[in-house]
C-alpha cells in the first residue's frame, strides 16, 4: 500500500469534497490516471470536472506532483507523494 496526499487547491473542487485536502491508501503501483479515478469514486460530483467523456483527464485541470506539473496520466505515484488539484486561472 501507498500513501498519497491530495491537496484541492480550488474553491469548487474544496467545496464539492468538503476539504482542502485529504489522503488516500492506495494498492501499489498506481498511476495518476487512477488515482483521480479513485478520487472521482469517492466524490462522484468531481467526475465530470477530471474525466471527459473519452474518460481521460481533462486539459483544463492543472495536476503537480511533489510541486513538479504532472507529466502525463501515467506517471506512476510514489509512497508519500503529494498530489495538487486545480483548475488554472484565466482572466483579461
Known sequence: MIRVRVKYLS???QSITKCSEEELLLEE????RELLLKITQLH???HNWLI???GE???NILI???NELAPNS???LQDNDVVLLTIPFNGG
Open 11 to 13: 474553491e469548487l473542487f
Open 57 to 59: 483527464i481533462r486539459e
Open 64 to 66: 503537480l506532483v511533489n
Open 74 to 76: 501515467e506517471k506512476t
Open 29 to 32: 503501483p498506481v498511476t495518476l
Open 44 to 46: 462522484r460530483e468531481l
Open 52 to 54: 471527459n467523456e473519452k
